[in-house]
């Protein structure tokens, strides 16, 4: 059973870099059919979809969030990540981390991770 | 940029009821609309994909419509675990939500 667990620290100061790690156990993330990616929550409200990347490295931005994110794959480690900068407070959300079958349709979640900015 | 909306954004009903949430896109990209069910504190839980097909392990009382830029999700007879929070989504767009809620 394909399972994926978010990681990272959960305060993160303004104007700096949000960085969140997603290890991957259960399966490879070196398949040609999945895409890994991001999607974030705020507090009470809807859900935002960030970025994905394809095993061969090629990414896909939120056009709202492309000039601040960066989605990466490490493979030696079957993980993938994700770089948020210049944040501010309206960054603060549950951060998942979630495989993609293609056409943005997300089929395995992370739990989540709470991600406050605030100095 | 792709914009999504969803009506209503809440909705109360019992158990039995035929419910019915619908999606409106900004502009005619694909068929390719999602549903997402959240339940509190969880993650979302995929249910239709591509407008219409069913994910594997979801009740058939579950069910999509639609194409273009109008889309609708459909739960026959609510049961005590489907109120939740569904979401929409096309392309990198999601809807608002539609909290469902026991009346």
């Known amino acids: 059973q394909l399972q994926l667990q978010e990681s990272g620290p959960g305060l993160v100061k303004p104007s700096e870099t949000l960085s969140l790690t997603c290890t991957v156990s259960?399966?490879?993330?070196?398949?040609?059919?999945?895409?890994w990616g991001w999607i974030r929550q705020p507090p009470g409200k809807g859900l935002e979809w960030i970025g994905s990347i394809h095993y061969s490295g090629r990414t896909y931005y939120n056009p709202s969030l492309k000039s601040r994110v960066t989605v990466s794959l490490d493979t030696s480690k079957n993980q993938f990540s994700l770089k948020l900068s210049s944040v501010t407070a309206a960054d603060t959300a549950v951060y998942y981390c979630?495989?993609?079958?293609?056409?943005?349709?997300?089929?395995?979640w992370g739990q989540g991770t709470l991600v406050t900015v605030s100095s | 940029d792709i914009q999504m909306t969803q009506s209503p954004s809440s909705l109360s009903a019992s158990v039995g009821d035929r419910v019915t949430i619908t999606c409106r896109a900004s502009q005619s990209s694909s068929n390719y609309l999602n549903w997402y069910q959240q339940r509190p504190g969880k993650a979302p839980n995929l249910l239709i994909y591509a407008a219409s097909s069913l994910q594997g392990g979801v009740p058939s009382r579950f069910s999509g419509s639609g194409s273009g830029t109008d889309f609708t999700l459909t739960i026959s007879s609510l049961q005590p675990e489907d109120f939740a929070t569904y979401y929409c989504?096309?392309?990198?767009?999601f809807g608002q939500g539609t909290k469902l809620e026991i009346k």
């Open positions: 979630a495989k993609d079958i293609g056409n943005y349709q997300t089929d395995y």
């Open positions: 989504q096309l392309s990198y767009a």
């Open positions: 259960g399966g490879s993330i070196n398949n040609n059919r999945y895409y």
